[in-house]
Structure formats: C-alpha cells, structure tokens
C-alpha cells in the first residue's frame, strides 16, 4: 500500500502518529516527558551557529562552512531537535508532567488505575 503514491503519505504519516503514541506511552510510563516539535531543518541547520547548511540525504557529516563547527549528521540533527523542544517548554500545547497520552489512558480505563 505505501508504493500507492495516493496512499503512502496518509500510511506514513498513521505510522508515524502511532509511533508519538507509544512514545509518549512508554515516556509517562517510565516517568519521562516527551516535546513534539517540528523537524523542520533540523538536519539542515547547524546546532553551533544556527546557519542553514544545505546537503544531501547522502552526506553523513555536517561541516559547517560558517563557524567550522563537524559533527555526525544525526548528532547534529539531534541537538538540533534538543534545542527545538527545550525552547518549548511551558508553552501551550506542550505535554507537561501529569498529562497522559491516550495510549496511556486507554490502558488506564482497560486495566485499573494506578499510582505513577
Ligand atoms: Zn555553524
């Protein structure tokens, strides 16, 4: 179905909504906070200065032009991510402690309430 090119974004992007749902799932379980943010650029950008830093999906290695700045790709996209969610914190429409994904409360209404 996901070489149906009608279908493939709606599949994906199911995918990719019921994967935020575990996450956030097992996050709540384990005591941890999750921050949906925006990948928006945040491979492309770099994590030391900020500056756009365009490559292709086959460049593994980030060099920064502007600052000199070399990390791994993910690592730098992963900082990036970091930066974008520590940005958000306390705002509307980020979940805070004590704010259950649905996964979490469905399993709450099937098996009991329980202390966290
Ligand atoms: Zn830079």
């Given at each position: 179905?996901?070489?149906?090119?009608?279908?493939?974004?709606?599949?994906?992007?199911?995918?990719?909504?019921?994967?935020?749902?575990?996450l956030e799932?097992?996050?709540?379980?384990?005591?941890?906070?999750?921050?949906?943010?925006?990948?928006?650029?945040?491979?492309?950008?770099?994590?030391?200065?900020?500056?756009?830093?365009?490559?292709?999906?086959?460049?593994?290695?980030?060099?920064?032009?502007?600052?000199?700045?070399?990390?791994?790709?993910?690592?730098?996209?992963?900082?990036?991510?970091?930066?974008?969610?520590?940005?958000?914190?306390?705002?509307?429409?980020?979940?805070?402690?004590?704010?259950?994904?649905?996964?979490?409360?469905?399993?709450?209404?099937?098996?009991?309430?329980?202390?966290?």
């Open positions: 179905m996901v070489k149906n090119r009608h279908l493939a974004k709606s599949i994906s992007d199911v995918g990719w909504s019921i994967f935020r749902h575990w799932y097992f996050a709540i379980k384990y005591g941890k906070l999750t921050i949906p943010v925006s990948p928006h650029n945040t491979s492309q950008n770099c994590s030391n200065c900020g500056k756009k830093v365009v490559k292709s999906l086959s460049t593994i290695t980030h060099i920064c032009p502007h600052c000199g700045y070399t990390e791994d790709r993910d690592v730098n996209a992963a900082k990036n991510i970091l930066k974008k969610a520590l940005s958000t914190v306390g705002q509307t429409g980020s979940l805070k402690l004590g704010e259950f994904p649905p996964l979490f409360m469905l399993e709450q209404s099937c098996i009991g309430k329980r202390e966290l």
